[in-house]
C-alpha cells in the first residue's frame, strides 16, 4: 500500500533556529513529492520534486528529494513565528491519468519569539 | 481573487439531510480534485474530475456521495443521508493540467462540515 511518513509530528523551536522536517516515502511508482503549508486554511503550495539530488529553493526555505532512499527533507532557516503552521508532505504516484495525492500526516511547527 | 473558492465555509447539517459543497477552481484550471481531512488524520483523496468526466472515484464512498464537474459552473461534491461520520473538512483543489505535467494541485479554504 502507498504511504508516506513524516517526522517529527511536531516541533516547538525558537525564532532563528533552523529546522529540518523529514518526509519519507512508499510507492508503487513515483511521479512526484510535493510540500505544502498548512495554516489553519488552504494547504499552501511549496514545492514539487521530481528528480533526485536537485534543490529547489524560495527564501528561506529549500527541498531535496533522495528518489534511491525514498524521501525528502525541506529546511527552513531562521524561522519566524510567521513559519509556524503544519508542513505537509504529499506524493502523486504514476498511475496513468490518475493524479491523486497520497498525503503524509503533516509535522506540526511552532516557532516562539 | 483567482484562487480556488469553496462555499460554503461552514456547513451544518442533520442526520438524513443532504450536503452539497461547491468548488470554483481558479480560473483557467479545468482539473478538480476532493479530498477529506477527518480529524487528527491526514488528507485523504476522493475523486478527481475534468470538465463533464469523472476521471478517478477511487476515494469516494459507494454509497451517498458523489461529484460532478458540469460544463458550466462550479464543481459539487454531493452527500446524501448524512451520519456523524461525515463530520469533516472537505478541500478542493485544482491543477491547469493532468496527469504527465508537473503543474501543482492549489487547493481552497475547504468546506468545514458539522453533522448534528
Known amino acids: 500500500e502507498d504511504k508516506v511518513v513524516q517526522s517529527p509530528l511536531s516541533l516547538v523551536v525558537h525564532e532563528g533556529d533552523t529546522v529540518t522536517l523529514n518526509c519519507s516515502y512508499e510507492v508503487t511508482n513515483f511521479r512526484s513529492l510535493l510540500w505544502y503549508k498548512q495554516e489553519k486554511k488552504a494547504p499552501t503550495f511549496l514545492f514539487m520534486l521530481t528528480s533526485s539530488g536537485i534543490e529547489k529553493k524560495s527564501g528561506r526555505l529549500s527541498s531535496i528529494l533522495d528518489k534511491k532512499e525514498l524521501f525528502s527533507i525541506l529546511n527552513i532557516t531562521a524561522t519566524q513565528t510567521g513559519d509556524s503552521a503544519v508542513y505537509l508532505c504529499a506524493v502523486e504516484p504514476n498511475a496513468g491519468n490518475n493524479r491523486k495525492l497520497i498525503w503524509g500526516l503533516g509535522t506540526s511547527l511552532a516557532v516562539n519569539p | 481573487n483567482a484562487g480556488v473558492m469553496q462555499n460554503p465555509r461552514h456547513l451544518v447539517r442533520r442526520r438524513g439531510q443532504e450536503a452539497r459543497l461547491r468548488c470554483s477552481p481558479m480560473?483557467?484550471?479545468?482539473?478538480v480534485y476532493w479530498y477529506r481531512q477527518l480529524p487528527e488524520e491526514g488528507l485523504k483523496f476522493m475523486v478527481y474530475l475534468q470538465k463533464e468526466n469523472i476521471i478517478d472515484e477511487s476515494g469516494m464512498p459507494k454509497e451517498r456521495f458523489s461529484a460532478e464537474f458540469p460544463k458550466e459552473g462550479p464543481s459539487i461534491l454531493r452527500i446524501q443521508q448524512v451520519v456523524r461520520g461525515d463530520s469533516a473538512a472537505y478541500f478542493c483543489a485544482s491543477s491547469l493540467s493532468g496527469a504527465y505535467s508537473n503543474q501543482p494541485q492549489h487547493f481552497g479554504d475547504g468546506t468545514r462540515l458539522s453533522i448534528l
Open positions: 480560473k483557467g484550471h479545468s482539473h
